[in-house]
């Protein structure tokens, strides 16, 4: 990771990849970079209070965005914070990155303001993350 004042970016050149289904993902590493973010506290959903929500007879639809995080713009002054080499060839992110520690708290409160959308029409939703549960 480099950190250049004079040229105005943060290169990373890490990667971490995980599986996923069947094949892998590459996470831009992001430690650098996540030590400048503070951490702010969020509420999400758990396992246990999912399946409170499930009712005897219910049938259930869900739905997995693909590449969630992808849809989400980041503001184009911080493009320069999500600066990456691969192949000898420089890109950054123009969307929320993998890897980056506030991603997950901004997805969860984006979504929460469908689920709440929803749930006033009563449809009864839960979300994880990515993962969405229509009961």
């Not at 990849?17 to 650098?32: C, E, S, T, V, Y």
């Not at 007879?57 to 849809?71: F, G, K, N, V």
């Amino acid at each position: 990771m480099n950190y250049n004042m004079d040229v105005g970016f943060i290169l990373s050149f890490s990667w971490s990849l995980r599986p996923r289904g069947g094949g892998q993902q590459a996470i831009l590493d992001l430690k650098f970079l996540n030590e400048f973010i503070p951490y702010r506290r969020f509420k999400m959903q758990t396992l246990h209070s999912i399946l409170e929500s499930v009712w005897k007879d219910d049938l259930l639809s869900s739905i997995d965005l693909t590449e969630a995080y992808l849809h989400i713009p980041i503001w184009p002054h911080h493009h320069q914070f999500l600066h990456f080499c691969y192949q000898n060839s420089h890109f950054q992110y123009q969307a929320l990155a993998f890897g980056l520690s506030s991603a997950p708290r901004v997805f969860t409160k984006l979504l929460a303001a469908l689920v709440a959308l929803l749930l006033s029409v009563a449809v009864r939703i839960q979300c994880y993350l990515d993962d969405i549960l229509i009961l």
